[in-house]
């Protein structure tokens, strides 16, 4: 985590130095001296407070990591009950006009329907009381309310989700994204999207690779749906059953509207 984090800084301390190899005169060199105190305070937004870790890019990109949020006695039990109890479905996408198998499956809870690579999740509103019961205690750690779940089940190691990013029109504009974990530990990865002259090539942005293991709570907000991707990649050794809760707050869409 702390290399993930200090690889991040060492990519943008480079990019950094190119800026004071084009200054030319004192004042430039003034500017560009108090321009990089501000991006060494905006950039120094890690830090751990107990087991707890934040990320942080000065308002930008913000993620929260909360190891044992559901300790693990309890979180057995949990991934007992929601695997046996939640109705879990497989999902067909179409992607140019060839129809695929998503790779895990899925369930969604919420008043409002979803809409994600052009499949539709109907409204379900009739929420597992356990379900209700993390939302509840999720809403009292973070202080948003939660209105939606869009829950995964990764069966193998041969499940997966693919690089994207929760940017669609109904969670609004800097969405809040909260990701409970249960069962086995995968690495969940995260790259930065490439600046307009890098053209879509993706060989040399920031990344991170984040374990999410048994009863962990992962917060995605500010910026970071905007700015980042992330996936949780096949892996090449067995791995045993895994389940993640997306908590999402959905807004309605009227006649295509956006909600903000
Ligand atoms: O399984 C995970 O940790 C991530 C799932 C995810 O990105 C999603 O459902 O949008
Ligand atoms: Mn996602």
Redesign the pocket.
């Known amino acids: 985590m702390v290399y993930c984090w200090l690889s991040y800084v060492s990519i943008s301390f480079e990019k950094q130095l190119h800026t004071f190899g084009e200054v030319k005169t004192q004042q430039e060199l003034f500017f560009s001296f108090l321009h990089t105190c501000f991006w060494l305070w905006s950039e120094a937004g890690y830090w751990k407070n107990g087991r707890n870790i934040h990320f942080s890019t000065f308002f930008i990109f913000r993620i929260h990591l909360i190891p044992g949020f559901v300790d693990s006695e309890q979180a057995d039990w949990m991934f007992e009950q929601l695997l046996q109890d939640i109705p879990w479905g497989q999902r067909t996408h179409i992607r140019q006009e060839v129809s695929f198998e998503e790779p895990r499956l899925t369930s969604w809870y919420g008043e409002l329907p979803y809409t994600y690579s052009r499949i539709t999740m109907q409204p379900n509103p009739n929420w597992h009381p356990l379900l209700t019961m993390l939302k509840e205690r999720i809403e009292e750690l973070t202080g948003y309310t939660f209105n939606s779940l ?1 829950c ?1 089940l ?1 069966r193998n190691e041969k499940d997966s ?1 693919d690089w ?1 990013s ?1 940017d669609e029109p109904s969670l609004g504009k800097n969405p809040v994204i909260a ?1 409970l ?1 249960f069962g086995a530990t ?1 690495t ?1 990865e995260m790259r930065k999207k490439p600046s307009p002259e890098e053209d879509g090539d993706y060989t040399y942005v920031e990344r991170l690779r984040i374990p ?1 293991d048994h009863g962990t709570l ?1 917060i995605m907000e500010g910026a970071t749906q905007e700015d980042w991707q ?3 990649p096949k892996e090449y050794h067995s791995r045993d059953e ?1 389940i ?1 809760l ?1 908590f999402r707050i959905i807004y309605p869409e009227p006649d295509g509207a956006l909600p903000w």
């Open positions: 869009l995964n990764y989700v994207h929760d990701s974990s995968r969940f999410l992962l992330h996936r949780v895994r993640n997306t």
